[in-house]
Nanobody
């Protein structure tokens, strides 16, 4: 079994910061891409940022320069530092990882349970 556990969401005012964390545990051989998605009410889930195994990152245009994704491979944990938050960043944020459990298995996608981020004055 593989489990992804998120933490760090909450309610903040515009311009403030939050850091999300996601820790993967269980039967894990290797994690390739780690990412963060978000879904606001009435919207589709969208990719916010991801980071591959060699540290290359990819960001949603609207968060570029404000959000930073990072990873700690030794801890199977990754982070999303969110600065200068805006009301339009309000959403449920989900972590995602492509995980290989054994040498003979394929990479599969796993998801966290979601954490609410609300930006409001």
């Amino acid at each position: 079994q593989v489990q992804l556990v998120e933490s760090g969401g909450g309610l903040v005012q515009p311009g403030e910061s939050l850091r999300l964390s996601c820790a993967a545990s269980g039967s894990i051989l290797v994690i390739s891409t780690m990412g963060w998605y978000r879904q606001a009410p009435g919207n589709q889930r969208e990719l916010v940022a991801d980071i591959n195994s060699v540290g290359n990152t990819n960001y949603l245009d609207s968060v570029e320069g404000r959000f930073t994704i990072s990873r700690d491979n030794a801890k199977n944990t990754w982070y999303l530092q969110m600065n200068s938050l805006k009301p339009e960043d309000t959403a449920v944020y989900y972590c995602n990882a492509r995980i290989k459990k054994t040498w003979t298995s394929r990479f599969d996608d796993y998801w966290g349970q979601g954490t609410q981020v609300t930006v409001s004055s």
